[in-house]
């Protein structure tokens, strides 16, 4: 019989041996070389709000990978060729030293297990699809696609790695750089953080995820509202930080799990009716937490709830299966199955334009995942 603290000593070290498998094992010597990656955005459905430890999630997740809001990235890589290692960061063809900080700072984090970084001068460039301050997110998209590239030079050094490790690893190395970002890896829906009803899923990386999941939601649709596309009053990574020590922190953790649960059976079905319940309910209560932080903020404009309420409206009068979601922002994502497409951009452009700074909306929906270019 082994008892419960020999079983715990067992997951501790077997998730130890997770993270040591992606410390390198081999020489270092890598000879110049160049890659592209094109990674997208991601929508939650059930939000990773809270961490724990090394930037782990304090509740799993599971998001749609979008298609249209990508990131691409060229890395060109030389051995260094002074003492220090020269990194120069261009955004859109210009050098851009404060956009470069993330990066950098990115680089630090994960030295231990992409040690090669020291040794290389390296000129990133990097492009958003979507306009710059729209409100939508760089970092899953971008982490992602360094990351992918950081997995490109490994390769180069160990080309006989498996398809497997290399996705989770840079699924890995991209949590280390923002935690969404580890979802932005595979394409469909991606699940991050351990729960009892995965077995597969991980804190350190996301995962396909893993259970039978209806054709209706390979295709659903993404049309984002961009009601605010200013600079966040308070950034995600603060917000996380206030949910220790929050009053409804552990129920809150509880719900997510539960709501994943809930989710397999609806996945499996296409209970667009279910689906609605959780993802609203999720997207609400994700800004309740931060309405009941301390200190409390408020994300959402006027605007974001007039848009919802005319949803409710038009999803009561229609039948047509659309719900809304929020991200750490004030914009709005629409999500509904492909074949109401027209129907919905219809309501859109009479009704809800009007709710959009500069009437301005962006199309999306689920997509197959990164692509090296
Ligand atoms: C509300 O991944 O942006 O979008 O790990 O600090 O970089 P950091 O935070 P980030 O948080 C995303 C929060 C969210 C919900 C979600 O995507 O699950």
Redesign the pocket.
Same mark, same amino acid.
């Given at each position: 019989m082994i008892s419960s603290i020999q079983l715990k000593s067992c997951i501790f070290a077997l998730k130890l041996n997770i993270v040591e498998q992606f410390i390198p094992d081999f020489s270092i010597d890598l000879k110049a070389g160049d890659s592209t990656w094109k990674s997208p955005s991601?929508? $939650?459905l059930? @939000?990773?709000?809270g @961490?724990k430890g090394d930037?782990l999630p304090a509740n799993p997740?599971v998001?749609f990978t979008l298609s249209e809001a990508t990131t691409q990235t060229n890395v060109k890589w030389t051995p260094k060729s002074g003492a220090d290692a020269k990194k120069t960061f261009l955004f859109e063809g210009e050098e851009n030293p404060k956009f470069g900080e993330k990066t950098f700072r990115f680089f630090e984090k994960i030295k231990p297990y992409a040690p090669w970084l020291d040794e290389l001068d390296l000129i990133i460039d990097t492009n958003n699809t979507f306009p710059h301050s729209s409100g939508i $997110?760089s970092? $899953?998209s971008g982490m992602s696609a360094m990351a992918f590239n950081v997995m490109s030079m490994e390769k180069q050094m160990n080309p006989n790695l498996t398809e497997d490790y290399f996705y989770q690893k840079a699924s890995f190395l991209a949590r280390i &750089? /923002? &935690? /969404?970002?580890c979802?932005s890896v595979y394409g469909g829906l991606v699940e991050w953080g351990e729960t009892p009803s995965i077995q597969s899923a991980s804190d350190v990386f996301g995962i396909p995820y893993p259970n039978p999941v209806d054709p209706v939601f390979q295709d659903y649709q993404d049309t984002i509202l961009l009601v605010d596309v200013g600079q966040k009053k308070v /950034? /995600?990574?603060v &917000?996380?930080g206030l949910l220790k020590g929050h009053p409804f922190g552990e129920s809150r953790y509880q719900v997510a799990h539960q709501n994943l649960e809930n989710l397999a059976s609806i996945f499996q079905s296409g209970d667009l009716d279910g689906f609605i319940k959780i993802v609203e309910s999720e997207a609400l209560m994700?800004h309740a937490l931060m309405m009941s932080s301390q200190p409390y903020f408020i994300l959402m404009k006027p605007n974001t709830l007039a848009i919802i309420e005319k949803i409710w409206t038009y999803r009561e009068e229609t039948k047509i299966p659309v719900c809304f979601t929020l991200?750490?922002g004030a914009n709005v994502h629409m999500l509904y199955p492909a074949a109401f497409k027209q129907n919905v951009l219809e309501f859109v452009n009479a009704e809800l334009v009007g709710y959009c700074q500069k009437k301005k909306y962006l199309c999306d929906s689920v997509g197959s995942g990164p692509q090296q270019q």
């Open positions: 991601n929508i $939650a059930v @939000k990773y709000w @961490k930037q997740s998001s $997110a970092s $899953a &750089g /923002s &935690g /969404s970002a979802r /950034s /995600s990574t &917000g996380h994700l991200d750490a």
